[in-house]
């Protein structure tokens, strides 16, 4: 048999879904990278300025952030076609990721407030849903999925 009769066989989306998941795990690496970008972005420039600080590409920022989010959502999608038990969740962070793009800054002119990188990476007053958190959510909840995708025993 070769090895596309075998995949054929077996399914070819059974086979590259834990691929799709891993995916989403590396699209959470990349959100920890942005949202870090923004801390240290906002730490060096607390000290030289009074209101929205200068942050260059910050729309460029923002926008990847949200992408490499729905990035994990999607591969979530895909791990709850196959697998029951994660349909209920999924519903709730794809609201959750609406709100929080809804309410995100633009970034617009490179500039953002402290308090809008404070919001995104729940380094504020810690109430309320922040990016650092959904993320951290999505990413266990992936992890979940690499553990509950059915595989097929040759």
Do not use: N, W
Request: charged share 25%; proline share 4%; hydrophobic share 45%.
């Amino acid at each position: 048999m070769t090895s596309h009769a075998f995949s054929k066989a077996l399914g070819e989306d059974e086979l590259r879904l834990p691929d799709r998941v891993h995916r989403g795990l590396i699209a959470s690496a990349r959100v920890q990278y942005y949202l870090t970008l923004l801390q240290a972005a906002k730490e060096h420039a607390v000290d030289l300025s009074e209101g929205d600080l200068a942050l260059p590409a910050a729309s460029t920022i923002i926008h990847g952030l949200f992408a490499e989010l729905a990035v994990m959502l999607h591969s979530l999608r895909l791990a709850a076609d196959a697998t029951p038990e994660l349909r209920p969740a999924l519903a709730r962070y794809a609201l959750r990721l609406a709100r929080l793009h809804a309410d995100a800054p633009s970034g617009v002119a490179d500039r953002l407030s402290a308090e809008a990188i404070d919001a995104l990476t729940g380094d504020g007053d810690g109430t309320g849903d922040c990016v650092r958190q959904l993320t951290v959510d999505l990413h266990a909840e992936l992890k979940r999925a690499l553990a509950l995708i059915p595989t097929r025993s040759s």
